[in-house]
C-alpha cells in the first residue's frame, strides 16, 4: 500500500497464495491414517463474479484450461453459480493428487491472468462414517481452516471436532490462527 492509500483510506487486496495448497498432497496421509477422513472425491474453487469483460474471459479460459486437464486426468469439472451469486469451478476425481492440481491450476492461472484478487477459497471435501468435513483454503491467507457441518442440524457446526482437527494436524498444513476467520460455507456445492 502506497502512502496516498493509506492517507486516503484505500487497501488493496492482498494477492493470492496459491502454493500452500501443495501441503494437502502430504497432509492428506494423516488425514486419512490418523484420523478416519478420505477423500470425497470433490473439490472446488469459489470466485467473486466477474463484473467485467476482463475478468469473465480469465474465469472462462480458466474454465476450459482445467476442463482441458480434468479430461486427461479422467476426472470432470462444472461451472456453477451458488445461491449468493459466487462463481465455483467445481472437481470431481476419485485421485486426491488430481483434485490438489486442479485446485492449484485454476487458482495459478487466474492469478496469472490478472484475476488473483476474484479467488476467495479452495474447498476439498472429505468423509469420515456419516461426516462431511470440508478443508477450505483461503486464497488471502494462504491459510487452512476446517469446516464440519453437523449433519441433521440447519447451520450448526461441530466446533470441537474443527479445534481438534487443526490442533491434530498443526505441522501439517498452515491453519488460520483467527478463529472468527473461520467462515462457514453453508449450502456448499462441492
Not at 469439472?77 to 485446485?103: C, H, K, M, P, T
Not at 440447519?154 to 474443527?162: I, P
Not at 481438534?164 to 505441522?171: G, Y
Request: hydrophobic share 40%.
Amino acid at each position: 500500500m502506497s502512502l496516498l492509500d493509506a492517507l486516503l483510506g484505500r487497501t488493496r487486496v492482498p494477492p493470492a497464495r496459491t502454493e500452500p495448497l501443495f501441503a494437502l498432497s502430504t497432509a492428506i496421509i494423516s488425514l486419512e491414517d490418523d484420523l478416519g477422513w478420505h477423500s470425497g472425491g470433490r473439490a472446488g474453487v469459489v470466485l467473486r463474479p466477474a463484473e467485467d469483460s476482463f475478468y469473465a474471459r480469465a474465469q472462462e479460459e480458466t474454465g476450459e484450461l482445467v476442463a482441458l486437464a480434468a479430461r486427461e486426468m479422467k476426472g470432470h469439472v462444472e461451472n456453477q453459480r451458488d445461491e449468493y451469486g459466487y462463481q465455483w469451478l467445481i472437481f470431481s476425481d476419485q485421485d486426491w493428487e488430481d483434485l490438489v492440481a486442479l485446485a492449484h491450476m485454476a487458482g495459478q492461472n487466474l492469478k496469472e491472468k490478472g484475476a488473483g484478487d476474484r479467488l476467495l477459497a479452495a474447498v476439498f471435501k472429505l468423509e469420515k462414517d456419516k461426516q462431511v468435513l470440508y478443508l477450505i483454503f483461503n486464497y488471502k491467507r494462504g491459510a487452512f481452516y476446517p469446516f464440519i457441518p453437523l449433519a441433521g442440524k440447519d447451520k450448526e457446526r461441530d466446533n470441537a471436532q474443527e479445534m481438534r482437527l487443526a490442533a491434530l494436524m498443526e505441522k501439517e498444513l498452515p491453519w488460520e490462527k483467527d478463529f472468527s476467520r473461520w467462515y462457514p460455507l453453508w449450502g456448499c456445492p462441492v
